[in-house]
């Protein structure tokens, strides 16, 4: 990612509110869907992590890795995370009849 990209990531982070939580049983499977779902909606996304410093590093790298995520920033026990939005899929239109010709 480019350095202009990562500082306007940055910037819209700021404002954000942490939207996922981790807490005392860790990154669980649940978290994980969590996470991928929340990446799905918002693309860039806070998480807060209540755990020692070695155990939030292995805890982000996890959560990049499963996610496909890339780090933006990790201030203390907040990290930011980005994945590109999945496009969205296009409507489905309902078949026409042919047009009768009376």
């Known amino acids: ?3 202009e990209q990562l500082k306007e990531m940055k910037t819209q982070a700021h404002m954000l509110k942490p939207v996922i ?3 005392n ?3 669980t499977e649940a978290v994980n869907k969590e996470i ?3 990446l799905n909606v918002h693309a860039l ?3 807060k ?3 020692d410093r070695d155990v939030r590093k292995t805890m982000q790298q996890e959560i990049c890795e499963s996610n496909k995520a890339e780090l ?3 201030i203390g ?3 930011v995370i980005y994945r590109e939005k999945p496009p969205e899929p296009e409507p489905k239109r309902k078949k026409q009849a042919p047009r009768r010709r009376d």
């Open 1 to 3: 990612m480019k350095s």
């Open 21 to 23: 939580m981790i807490g």
């Open 25 to 27: 049983a860790g990154l």
């Open 36 to 38: 991928d779902i929340a």
């Open 45 to 47: 996304i806070k998480i």
């Open 49 to 51: 992590m209540r755990a």
């Open 72 to 74: 933006i920033q990790s």
């Open 77 to 79: 026990q907040i990290i």
